[in-house]
């Protein structure tokens, strides 16, 4: 569909763009002006959180724990915009141990990733992220 001259797939595709700028940036609020008051938040391999609360806690902890930039990213988009998919390679380091997992010490790692989302009204209503832990796990481990 195209709206104002611009396809509804190309607007979810710029707005995941740019959630994974601000990320990249460390921009937390810059994330959250992107994401709708309720958006659903897929952990890999935990439970679902709901709404921006929620998210800023999970920002946190990340922040904490690690320093992340994803590179080669590769934004996919439905023709009516309200469904998108990425895959990117995180080029990471551990910095403080995260509850259950191995301990930090500084590690280096590099991890294929990927998300599925949902837009509603111009925002991300849901992010769903995914890699393997098993990989990530080994490679802090070594």
Do not use: C
């Not at 010490?105 to 832990?133: E, K, T």
Request: hydrophobic share 45%; aromatic share 10%.
């Amino acid at each position: 569909m195209i709206v104002d001259g611009t396809r509804q797939s190309d607007r979810a595709i710029e707005l995941v763009l740019a959630y994974y700028a601000a990320f990249n940036r460390g921009d937390d609020a810059a994330m959250l002006d992107l994401l709708t008051d309720d958006v659903a938040h897929d952990v890999n391999q935990g439970a679902r959180e709901s709404g921006k609360a929620a998210f800023v806690q999970f920002l946190a902890r990340m922040s904490r724990s690690y320093r992340e930039q994803l590179r080669d990213i590769v934004v996919m988009a439905n023709e009516s915009g309200d469904r998108a998919a990425a895959e990117y390679v995180v080029h990471g380091q551990y910095l403080a141990t995260d509850e259950g997992l191995p301990p930090a010490s500084g590690q280096r790692y590099v991890l294929p990733g990927g998300a599925f989302f949902d837009v509603r009204d111009g925002l991300i209503a849901r992010v769903s992220n995914y890699y393997n832990l098993e990989d990530w796990v080994a490679q802090v481990s070594a």
